[in-house]
């Protein structure tokens, strides 16, 4: 008898593992249902819902009430071990396994799924209510980001409707933010994109001695949504030799190369401020939205909501901080308030003492697949902006660009190239400027000021400024 060739064998080892694992598949699915409860009953709940996604009657089985009331009851049933039950709780007991049968089919594991979400929530509002003075943060945000096995995912959605999801390629804390890194090689054409929505991903089930796993179940909470359809029309950032920056509010920073127009990196900076709350209490397509302000009114201080801020600011990239400090006392008067803003000045130009150096060499950095650069003179700034009662007022994270000035202002005291920062939203604008000193090679920042929008006061403060 002839031997077959090595080609022929290996056909007919493929026909042999398809026919083999065919027989399987259809051995399994031939199971009575008794059989496959059986074995589903050893089942945990994350292995027990994958097994629900393979097919009709896998998800019908997965859903039996007697597995599911197992499962809850041995997460969140009262244990005793001290003393043995009586026979009123056994008769309880006795009566709950026959109600099972009164129950829809997938009760308790809807039951079962929301008492442990809610679980995982507690556990994290726990850790977040600790509040750092200085930032007026929470203390433990790090490690509630742990805790809740937190990351982001962004959703790519073409003008034909059709989505592209891509997950985190790099996650870094800040001092008072996190930034966020996606990058690959298979972008969809920027062209073809309409909307890009930034969603916070978390387990279903948490466990924080164990690492999620991204194929477990999950749930998404938006946290914002941006257009992408006139990208190359809104706020430019900085450029290098490879590629061109584009920023959309709130902190999202779009790379698109040069050559290719096309996208190479998208990076978001989010601010501490919620940040847990925004990214896991929202849904899918609804953000989180944010409990109301009601004004602790003042009839006594004719001052009111015009002092006692307090500014902590953190220009940063790359893992490098340029500048980080907290600044106390910032207050305003009435003849400060000029066309809907309220001036607050935080480091003077008329007062050298409070000038202030940014360390090392500042610039933007950003990293592909393949590629890495630095965009000079840019960076993410954060602020984070108390109330006199210590309470977060305003808070953002967002790249920014220094940008030659086309006069020299007031800087009579400094020699050098002067330039400006600005940063506007709906609470209120930045202004920062700098001087680059020759001799030390060196900014200096010589002046700094905050303009709130007198609206945004009147209504925190329940003020009429």
Known sequence: MLNPKPSEQ???????????????????????????????????????????????????????????YRIYSASFSPKRSNWEMNAVEKTAVSLSHTSLHDKETGYWKKKYIVKQIAAGKTAVTQLLKPVNPYTGLPVKTKEALRVSGLSWVIVLKEKNGKEYIMEQA?????????????????????????????????????????????????????????????????????????IRTFCLNPGLLVGLWKKEKEMAFVMANLHFHLLVERSTLGSATVPYMLPPHIPFLDDIDQQYGLHGYQLHVDMHSGGSSYLCGTFRNLFSRKDFIKNGYMKLIVISFKNNAQHLPLIGKVGLCWKTDVFAGCIQNCYMMDVTLLDETEKPFWCFSSPVCMRPATRPSDFFNYRGHHFYVT????????????VWMEETEEYYVVSLALYLRIEKVNSWFGTNY
């Open 10 to 68: 290996s056909t007919m080892c493929e026909r042999h593992c398809a026919k083999s694992s065919s027989k399987l598949s259809m051995h399994i699915e031939g199971m009575p249902s008794e059989i496959l409860l059986k074995i589903f009953s050893y089942l945990d709940a994350v292995t027990l819902l994958c097994i629900g996604c393979v097919n009709k009657r896998f998800y019908s089985l997965a859903n039996d009430n007697f597995i599911w």
């Open 170 to 242: 790099e996650f870094s804390v800040n001092d008072t933010s996190v930034t966020v890194v996606w990058h690959g090689n298979n972008w969809p054409r920027i062209d073809k994109l309409a909307t890009l929505d930034l969603c916070g991903v978390t387990p279903v089930f948490l466990d924080r001695y164990k690492v999620p796993t991204k194929n477990g179940p999950r749930r998404r909470s938006l946290v914002a949504e941006y257009n992408l359809t006139n990208l190359t029309k809104s706020t430019s950032i900085g450029s290098d030799r490879l």
């Open 423 to 434: 940063y506007i939203d709906s609470v209120g604008k930045v202004n920062l400027e700098l």
